[in-house]
């Protein structure tokens, strides 16, 4: 056995996702999921990374970012712990943790590149007492890729078919496709916003966190005006390689197509079919038939569900759960794989994916 733990919080701020990896390479299934821990953030956290993450604030940040990213290495060590706890495997068993952290600056389109996920890791390694493999994107960034999306190798390691053509669709914060075609390169590439429109939307007029399974967009009726000026935004007409965040796709963002003319639900389903054209736009740019594969916790929205498979006829629309991965712990996982990877001294980048010069290990080792 060869046991990582990956450990993710994405752009939607939700929780900590904590998973134990057995990986082997040699297998037909070269990693197998043991188990799983999921840690929602305590409110003031949530708020100091979304206060820390937002671009436009008055305040000198430095101290507060620093605070964090030591105060978010304790919380990834004590999801560790749990995860440790609940499974029955101690410290020893275990090669490396892979913790991408909580992002909450990228800009791949700065003079000098660069982004930035804290949670120290040198707290994580000390901690738990485990190698901690971390800053996995600024390798590929400084080799002129964006960083971003780093999932498509990790997808390719456990989707790929040699029958079919698979698009592996991740839904969280912002979505990204990884296009997996039977014969050919594979490509991906953050499409745009998936749920963190939506999140931020409905927690300014509801108070919720989401909006399950899209019940509130359901009560709305999309607005084709504002629809078509959300559309316009450069982002989506831009050419691949391309990476975004909260930095571009926030509420500020929002306001400028001042929204609050409108019926707060029926922004939410255009927001949602925002999501869904985007996707599907994407998708139909690489193929005009193939295998979707939906992850990330949008997948759990069966209304944006609905609303993909209306756009996407003629496509096979899966959950990454019929494939028998919970669509919850993929990007947790490829952490873990892409630690795996650092420490075999193995590239993990797609320079395809993410404009890179040239493939390169990925993440800084940290030791115990
Ligand atoms: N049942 C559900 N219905 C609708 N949306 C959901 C549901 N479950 C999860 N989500 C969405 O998934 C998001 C979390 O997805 P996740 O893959 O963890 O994203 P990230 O990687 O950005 O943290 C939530 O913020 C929410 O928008
Ligand atoms: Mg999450």
């Known amino acids: ?75 990834f060590a004590e999801s560790v712990d749990d995860l440790l706890k609940d499974s029955g495997y101690k410290k020893e068993d275990i090669i490396a943790i892979g913790s991408h952290g909580q992002t909450i600056r990228h800009r791949p389109d700065a003079y000098h590149p660069f982004t930035i996920q804290i949670g120290n890791p040198h707290t994580i390694a000390a901690r738990t007492g485990i190698m901690t493999v971390a800053d996995f994107r600024t390798r590929d960034m400084v080799y002129g ?50 749920n963190t429109l939506m999140d931020q939307w409905i927690g300014l007029h509801q108070s919720k966190s989401f909006d399950a399974d899209g019940q509130w967009a359901q009560q709305g009726k999309v607005i084709p005006s504002l629809l078509q000026d959300l559309l316009s935004d450069s982002y989506f007409a ?7 965040g909260r930095e571009h796709f926030n509420l500020n963002w929002l306001h400028q197509f001042t929204c609050d003319e409108f019926v707060p639900q029926d922004v939410q389903a255009t927001l949602l079919e925002l999501t869904a054209i985007t996707v599907s736009q994407a998708i139909q740019q690489h193929t005009s038939s193939a295998t979707v594969i939906l992850c990330g916790g949008g997948a759990y ?29 993929i990007e947790a996982m490829a952490f873990s794989w892409l630690a795996h990877r650092c420490i075999n001294r193995l590239p993990g980048n797609l320079p ?17």
Request: proline share 7%.
């Open 145 to 194: 890729g964006q960083g971003a999306p780093l999932v498509p190798a990790f997808h390719r390691a456990i989707f790929y078919d040699p029958e079919q053509d698979r698009i592996i669709v991740n839904l969280g914060g912002i979505a990204n496709i990884t296009v997996l075609p039977a014969q050919g390169q594979v490509l991906g590439y953050d499409t745009g916003p998936a």
């Open 1 to 75: 056995m060869a046991l990582y733990i990956g450990l993710m919080s994405g752009t939607s701020v939700d929780a900590i996702d904590a998973v134990l990896c057995d990986i082997d390479n040699s297998s037909a299934n070269p990693i197998q999921l043991l188990h799983t821990k999921s840690v929602p953030f305590p409110n003031v956290i949530q708020q100091q990374i979304h206060s820390l993450s937002n671009a436009e604030y008055a305040h000198d940040p430095i101290e507060e970012m620093a605070l964090l990213d030591r105060e978010l290495g304790e919380l």
């Open 301 to 329: 929205n069966s209304a944006l569900k609905q609303r993909l498979q209306q756009h996407l006829d003629g496509y096979d629309i899966k959950s990454s759960q019929d494939f028998g991965v919970a669509p919850d712990w």
């Open 352 to 368: 395809a994916v993410t404009g890179a010069r040239s493939t390169t290990i990925l993440g800084a080792i940290f030791a115990p």
């Open 238 to 244: 831009q050419p691949f390689p391309k990476s975004t």
